[in-house]
């Protein structure tokens, strides 16, 4: 049953709807449209001189290896994020629901990561795995593990991926236990009376419950992956070696803010932009449909 | 560093209660990035020059590291507030020098001011870094470093090695590097500043070609040439010692210079301006060196590149402060403040005056090593040698790390490295021309 309201004079919805508009006006159409006219122009760092250059700056970077390169880093880093984020969460949320005892302490040393900055984050695993003052690298090596992600490109994906799922884990753990703590008790006792190990209970009741959440929570991380991870990126890896971990989103940080190109920042984030648009339609029109919402 | 800033907003507004004058002094901002114990110096600086007089006060900011405070004072001019006086590290000097109208030359601030001021004065090398092709001199030259040769006396004398004999040649370096291994060194060598020490610097001190057109000082119209055959023999000689373990790669920037601090690396090239923290630091016996060069190689060594920064005088402000900022310029170059500062901070001193006065002092006697730097930017420059001034430095910069990292990496060769790096910052040498125009 769907309610629906009407109104009797025309510029009242209008009226409502205004401070909605105004704000997504303001805070999102104006800076995109910004973005899609700066992309077609070149100008100097203080905006004194500008120039019309057409669709050059998107030829160039359509002309530029390095940056058609840096589409499967970032598709690697954000299913690595995802993935990995999603999963590791999602048991540490099961454990923690089970957890009778000091619950509250367990969950609130779980949710602590959330609270630190993202370039915090960065540094503290690049101090980490510092190749001469790091302690995981002096234990690696202890082990007979030469760690250096200076020159290997895996280990340098793996410190930045390790240090985004780290921040982003507390995030997704406190969905899925809110999750599991909407799922009704009944339904798992039921279960538990006709026999189910908590292996099945988990995978037949629970999981498809969480649908929902793990929806949300895909987009979300995905959206953070993105768009959210370039601090990190600087504090560990600064993109390298080569431009082994130089994502789509820490590319535009590093050529507009630090190299202040802006014309080509602004082509990229355009690019960056219709990407995202196209992940989104393709999210709610076909993962959607797989949810089930209770 | 939130609680150094909190610390010294809490101390502004303290001054500034006590010291309210009847008549309110002109006011000139200054932005910069000096941290740590350079943040001291910078107050000071401040402090004894607003104590001089009555008329003005210099208030100092610190916004952040160079590129950070760079990209603030830019923002700042687009929202028409920005500093009195901006510090922009060396990388930045040609987006300053092009950007039209949005600064005012240091040379016009000084004779507006009625300031005496002499071009002369300072070090060649210094004061050529910051001229305009027409010879006005465009910022003033205030914290420059040049890179210099480490290395580890202790180590030295453990392999067997003269501790006080540094190696001058890279045959020389590689020589020791190879016992030093031989006696269990896991770094015998590294290197900080990969771009700016051995491909910048290195092109000055063997004179040979950074760039056309006089490293970018002729013109816009500038192109990279730096993958010429004793560019490419060079790395390839790095990328053989990589190989060997006689050169270690420890990252890009600064980050090697804690491997020589914690006694890992035994041979070093870093800036200048690390003296102070090494000798801080290390626990062993180190000295600072002129650095190695190809002895084949006609003109060599010819003179190090600069580093650091200076301070751009932003456009655009009222005429009383830029008589301020001409009184406090003056201030800044007089011989004495000039020769306490080299000497606080291991800058170089960038008048001949505040040499020679640090000469007579028996600065350098007592603190060998010191005069390395400084000997290694007086030599006289050419036209090769003068610096190097390129629009999207910063980015360029940047390509150089990543494509000479596949070196050591060993995906590439060190030509197709630095042929693929000479490429690709080329298109932003023209994209820049192009934004100039």
């Known amino acids: ?294 | 560093m939130t609680f150094t800033r909190t610390a010294l907003a809490i101390a502004a507004v303290t001054a500034a209660a006590f010291a309210l004058p009847a008549q309110a002094a002109t006011e000139i901002q200054w932005w910069h990035s000096m941290d740590g114990a350079l943040n001291d110096w910078v107050n000071d600086l401040a402090k004894d020059f607003n104590a001089s007089q009555s008329e003005y006060k210099v208030i100092p900011t610190y916004k952040g590291e160079y590129d950070q405070s760079m990209a603030a004072g830019i923002a700042a001019y687009r929202a028409n507030n920005a500093p009195d006086i901006l510090q922009v590290f060396e990388v930045g000097t040609a987006t300053m020098m092009y950007s039209k109208g949005a600064i005012k030359p240091v040379a016009e601030v000084m004779k507006e001011g009625g300031v005496k001021f002499d071009p002369k004065s300072y070090i060649s090398a210094v004061s050529g870094y910051y001229t305009a092709p027409n010879g006005q001199m465009m910022s003033m030259p205030f914290n420059s470093s040049t890179t210099v040769f480490y290395y580890n006396k202790d180590a030295f004398k453990a392999a067997g090695l003269d501790p006080e004999k540094a190696p001058t040649s890279w045959p020389e370096v590689v020589l020791a590097a190879a016992k030093l291994k031989t006696n269990g060194s896991t770094c015998p060598f590294t290197t900080s500043w990969m771009t700016w020490a051995q491909v910048e610097s290195f092109s000055t001190w063997h004179n040979v070609s950074y760039a056309s057109k006089f490293n970018g000082f002729g013109g816009l119209d500038a192109r990279l040439e730096f993958n010429s055959p004793l560019h490419v023999r060079h790395f390839e000689n790095l990328a053989n010692m990589s190989k060997q373990g006689l050169f270690v790669y420890k990252g890009r920037a600064g980050k090697a210079s804690s491997s020589f601090i914690s006694g890992e690396c035994a041979m070093f090239v870093g800036s200048s301006g690390s003296y102070a923290t090494i000798k801080r630091d290390a626990k062993f016996q180190f000295a600072e060196s002129t650095l190695p060069y190809y002895p084949d190689v006609p003109g060599a060594p010819q003179n190090t590149i600069l580093g650091g920064a200076s301070l751009w005088v932003m456009s655009g402000k009222p005429a009383a402060n830029y008589k301020g900022v001409a009184q406090f310029f003056s201030y800044l170059s007089s011989p004495q403040v000039q020769a306490a500062s080299h000497q606080r901070t291991g800058y170089l001193p960038i008048t001949m005056a505040a040499f020679e006065l640090t000469e007579k002092s028996g600065f350098y006697k007592k603190n060998p090593g010191t005069e390395v730097p400084v000997n290694q930017m007086i030599r006289k420059t050419t036209d090769k040698s003068r610096g190097v001034r390129l629009g999207n430095f910063v980015q360029i910069r940047a390509i150089v790390d990543e494509e000479t990292e596949q070196i050591w990496t060993g995906k590439k060769t060190a030509k197709e490295a630095l042929d693929s790096a000479v490429s690709r910052g080329n298109e932003l040498l023209a994209k820049f021309q192009a934004a100039n125009k």
Request: charged residues 10%.
């Open chain 1, 1 to 294: 049953m769907e309610k629906r309201v009407f109104f009797r004079s025309n510029w009242l919805p209008w009226l409502l709807l205004a401070p909605q508009l105004a704000v997504v006006g303001i805070f999102f159409f104006w800076p995109a449209g910004q973005a899609l006219v700066q992309s077609l122009q070149q100008q100097d760092a203080f905006g004194t001189s500008v120039t019309w250059v057409g669709l050059d700056n998107f030829k160039a970077l359509w002309n530029d290896a390095t940056y058609l390169a840096s589409f499967q880093t970032t598709v690697i880093f954000s299913a690595l994020v995802t993935v990995l984020g999603l999963s590791i969460a999602l048991l540490l949320a099961v454990f923690a629901d089970r957890v009778v005892k000091g619950a509250t302490f367990y969950k609130t040393i779980l949710i602590l990561p959330y609270a630190v900055a993202p370039v915090v984050s960065g540094l503290l695993w690049a101090f980490m795995f510092s190749s001469s003052i790091g302690v995981v690298t002096y234990a690696l090596h202890k082990i007979g593990f030469d760690w250096n992600h200076l020159l290997n490109s895996n280990h340098a994906m793996a410190l930045v991926v390790m240090a985004a799922v780290w921040k982003q884990i507390s995030y997704n753990f406190l969905f899925f236990l809110a999750g599991l703590n909407s799922i009704p008790k009944a339904l798992i006792e039921a279960a538990a009376i006709d026999g189910a190990r908590p292996w099945r209970r988990f995978w037949t009741i629970q999981l498809p419950l969480l649908a929902p959440t793990t929806f949300f929570l895909l987009v979300i991380n995905m959206v953070y992956a993105f768009f959210d991870t370039f601090a990190i990126i600087d504090a560990t890896t600064q993109g390298g070696p080569g431009k082994a971990t130089s994502t789509l989103v820490y590319r535009v940080y590093f050529d507009g803010f630090r190299g202040m190109d802006f014309g080509g920042a602004a082509a990229q984030s355009v690019v960056l932009m219709v990407i995202v648009i196209a992940l989104t339609v393709v999210q709610f029109r076909y993962v959607e449909k797989k949810v089930q919402y209770a």
